[in-house]
């Protein structure tokens, strides 16, 4: 079984759906020869032509609303969004039409769209380059949401979002692009969006996030005494997000702390803490806790990391979590 990086993962998936299905198409900026921003659709054009890999220009909102268009005559494209914070110029277009297109025609006209977008920070981009919107599109009914952060998990929601009859965002955390290697089939599998991942079992706190800041949570695991066990959940899937297994976990933990890159205010852990408050108040031993970005525009390189959960700071919510 070959070893993958994220990258590598996702353009496998691309590789083999396309091939599988006539109907999948790749369109965004710089997607064709140059293979996109990241590299991810390098070597697609050659393989399955340009009228399947299809350069656009600078146009989001176009970019989105021929991908629509697309979808409606039951294709099923993907579009590349090159940073998340380019998805403000498609936002109508995703929201108020592909979102809502089902619904507008009773069932009758699925969107089966799978928008990619590289998200988060930690690689030194500038502003509009580096943020994490993800709760702004789960507030959006009618659209699914996932952030994979390992190159087996990537391929199977990738797989999973492209044949899905619903519009499907598809965050990459790009901080891990090229981060590390695993075991990924060569061959056909999916994985079911709004199902988490249990990561690693514990008894005495339950530790969810997603996306790169899983791997900061593992770090700062390592960190702690060896008599505090944790239990951690990757969400992987945004919306819908797997509240049974997060209530599983608290209700057995009694004390759960949150960790995500975006913004405290109204972020998603926001929710998620409302719904553990709602579902689990009797078995809590403690208020749960949330360590995220903070409340203001990403900052540029001197800063950025500093603005990120860091080990450090996830650690210290643990231990205070702990202490209540």
């Known amino acids: ?15 083999q759906e396309m ?28 393989k399955h032509g340009g009228h399947r890999v299809q350069n656009t220009p600078l146009d989001e909102s176009g970019i989105m609303g021929v991908a629509i268009g ?11 969004i090159q940073f998340e914070g380019f998805l403000g110029p498609a936002y109508d277009q995703l929201v108020n039409h592909g979102a809502r297109y089902r619904n507008r025609t009773r069932g009758a006209i699925p969107i089966p769209l799978t928008v990619r977008v590289p998200v ?5 981009a500038p502003e509009l380059h580096s943020d994490s919107p993800e709760a702004i599109y789960a507030h959006t009914p009618g659209l699914k949401i996932v952030m ?10 990738l797989l999973s979002a492209i044949r899905d009859p619903d519009p499907v965002i598809f965050f ?18 999916t994985i ?20 790169a800041s899983v791997f900061q949570a593992l770090e700062a695991m390592d960190h702690l005494p060896d008599d505090v066990s944790i239990e951690l959940i990757d969400l992987r899937s945004i919306y819908p997000f797997d509240m049974d297994a997060v209530a599983r976990s608290v209700e057995k933990t009694g004390r759960c702390v949150i960790v995500h890159e975006a913004p405290l205010t109204c972020g998603l852990g926001a929710e998620l803490s409302a719904r553990i408050q709602e579902q689990c108040f009797l078995h809590l031993e403690a208020p749960v806790q949330r360590v995220t970005g903070f409340d203001t525009v990403m900052p540029y390189y001197k800063l950025e990391l500093s603005y990120l959960p860091d080990a450090e700071r996830i650690g210290k919510g643990v231990r205070e979590c702990l202490a209540y």
């Open 1 to 15: 079984m070959p070893e993958l990086n994220l990258v590598q993962a996702i353009n496998q998936a691309l590789d």
């Open 70 to 80: 697309l979808a409606m005559a039951d294709m099923r494209p993907i579009p590349e």
């Open 19 to 46: 091939t599988r299905d006539s109907r999948v198409v790749c369109l965004g900026e710089d997607v064709g020869a140059n293979g996109g921003v990241f590299r991810v659709t390098e070597g697609l054009a050659a």
């Open 172 to 189: 990459e955390p790009k901080r891990v692009y090229r981060s590390f290697k695993e075991e990924v089939p060569e061959g056909d599998y």
């Open 192 to 211: 079911p969006i709004g199902e988490a991942k249990l990561v690693s079992e514990g008894d005495d706190l339950t530790l969810v996030t997603w996306g």
């Open 120 to 124: 988060g920070g930690g690689i030194h």
């Open 148 to 157: 994979p952060c390992t190159p087996y998990d990537a391929k199977g929601l």
